[in-house]
């Protein structure tokens, strides 16, 4: 069984309130692949990332990680395929410490206490926040809590990364490492994104949103030509 691929298969979505915010989504990104979500505010970016975990379930078609059906029932195995990293790291680090951020996923999946240490420490290690373990989110800079958010999904060794406008308020050297981060993690990357150079170096393929629709999937620098 394979969970790093992820397929939507003519998804729509609408709010309670009426929006509807996605109209017939359907595409498929492989093992591997590095694909980028691209749009203005409002097309429906989020909300398509929403229901790559979880979060949010179709109002009509269906969203499959791998071999698994993403419903209600099957929680929690897609979302120990799927990390996603939100587009305000405040809203994942909410323990007293950095250490304890980190390891609330593994813990949450009732690992051993030395496997969850293990994947703390490589998790910060591989985003450069080795030594901050006891330092609080607040104490850290805007480009250091992207990265602790981003350890934190680390940590429960996704298969699939899906982050949501990652670049947004980092300054260049942070948005340089971040990028830099994002090209060693070997599975499956989708990422929504207004940052049209950071999609050019990191993702070969984007989709192009307008309406809550894809209007174009090609080659990142065929797609960065209609808009």
Do not use: W
């Not at 929690?76 to 809203?91: E, I, K, L, S, W």
């Not at 999946?109 to 450069?128: C, F, N, Q, S, T």
């Amino acid at each position: 069984m394979s969970h790093h691929f992820v397929r939507f298969s003519d998804v729509h979505y609408s709010y309670p309130d009426g929006t509807e915010a996605l109209k017939g989504i359907s595409f498929t990104i492989t093992h591997g692949e590095r694909a980028a979500i691209l749009g203005l505010n409002g097309c429906g970016k989020s909300t398509l990332l929403l229901h790559t975990n979880g979060l949010l379930l179709p109002s009509k078609g269906e969203v499959n990680v791998g071999d698994v059906p993403v419903t209600k029932k099957t929680l929690p195995v897609v979302r120990r395929a799927v990390g996603m990293v939100f587009q305000n790291p405040d809203d994942m680090l909410f323990m007293p410490t950095i250490y304890d951020d980190v390891a609330f996923g593994p813990r949450n999946m009732k690992l051993p206490e030395k496997e969850v240490e293990r994947r703390v420490k490589g998790a910060l290690e591989a985003v450069g926040l080795s030594g901050c373990e006891d330092k609080a989110a607040y104490q850290l800079s805007g480009g250091q809590r992207r990265s602790a958010a981003i350890a934190s999904v680390l940590s429960m060794e996704p298969d699939i990364l899906v982050l949501d406008e990652p670049s947004s308020n980092l300054d260049l050297k942070a948005r340089r490492n971040l990028i830099d981060l994002l090209k060693t993690f070997h599975h499956t990357i989708i990422v929504a994104t207004h940052d049209i150079e950071m999609a050019q170096e990191l993702c070969p393929r984007s989709l192009l949103m307008e309406d809550g629709r894809i209007i174009a999937d090609a080659p990142t620098q065929e797609i960065i030509q209609l808009i």
